[in-house]
């Protein structure tokens, strides 16, 4: 019942705060058929300060992980570990904590940003400072509970001041999102801004590209605005919202009724 009751409370808040008309609840129900305990996984926060070599070097993990399995489970806790060992680029030196990313084991969706910010530095977490409010809101607005879906980003230590992270550092901490992508299996993936659209596909030009259909490694892949630019630029909050339409499209989910 305290769930039900947050969700139609964030809903009542998408009206003043991310300009969408909505109304009705969202599903009450998960979206895939497993426990809560196997829906949420967030990952362990390990520090060492001398990783095993096998593991010190984002380019080894790739090789270093088991050969997808369907336990993606286990392949997350591998990789989570293994990024919290990891000194591949500088953003290791100031870091507090790793932010490997956190939710279902076996999402339909995956969310991918740019990297960590102070909040989810000190957290370890993705997507729990403002903006990370408005993407739950805009996760209830599609029907569905952050639970249902895996938040991640491009590199996962914080960078310096927030500053967009540089192509080395992303060249280095690439490989774990993709084990992470390959574990996870996501019918649709939505990238988050500019810095996943460059990263995972290789495209610049958010503003003309956001809603058009991409495609990572077979999966249907759609860019939309990252939550921070819809914060500071409230008239790109109607063609977000457009965005995440399509990802329930191809989700074949229904938009839920205004
Ligand atoms: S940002 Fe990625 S590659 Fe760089 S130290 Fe952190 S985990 Fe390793």
């Known amino acids: 019942m305290g769930e039900l009751l947050d969700n139609l409370k964030q809903l009542v808040d998408l009206d003043r705060t991310f300009g969408i008309e909505f109304q009705g609840k969202p599903a009450p129900t998960p979206l895939l058929p497993v426990s809560k305990a196997l829906l949420t996984h967030v990952a362990p926060v390990r520090q060492s300060v001398s990783?095993?070599?096998a593991l010190s070097s984002a380019p080894r993990l790739a090789a270093s992980l088991p050969a997808a399995s369907g336990l993606a489970a286990a392949d997350l806790d591998?990789?989570?570990?293994?990024?919290?060992r990891c000194t591949a680029c500088g953003l290791c030196s100031g870091r507090t904590k790793t932010v490997p990313g956190e939710g279902a084991t076996s999402p339909e969706l995956v969310f991918?940003?740019?990297g960590p910010g102070a909040d989810?530095?000190?957290s370890g977490r993705p997507f729990v400072g403002a903006a990370g409010q408005l993407l739950d809101k805009m996760i209830v607005a599609m029907g569905l509970q952050r639970s249902d879906v895996f938040i991640c980003n491009v590199v996962k230590c914080r960078p310096p001041s927030n500053r967009a992270p540089e192509p080395d550092e992303i060249a280095s901490c690439l490989p774990y999102l993709e084990a992470q992508l390959d574990a996870?299996?996501?019918k649709v993936i939505c990238l988050l801004g500019a810095t996943?659209?460059?990263a995972l596909l290789g495209l610049s030009g958010i503003t003309r590209i956001h809603g058009q259909r991409q495609e990572w490694r077979g999966i249907p892949t759609i860019p939309t605005f990252h939550p921070a630019y819809l914060l500071r630029n409230t008239e790109a909050k109607k063609p977000a919202w457009d965005d995440l339409k399509i990802v329930l499209s191809l989700l074949g989910r229904e938009t839920p009724k205004r």
């Open 196 to 198: 996943p659209l460059k």
């Open 78 to 84: 591998a990789i989570a570990a293994a990024v919290a």
């Open 120 to 122: 989810e530095d000190a």
């Open 184 to 186: 996870l299996k996501p």
């Open 51 to 53: 990783p095993p070599a």
């Open 112 to 114: 991918i940003g740019e």
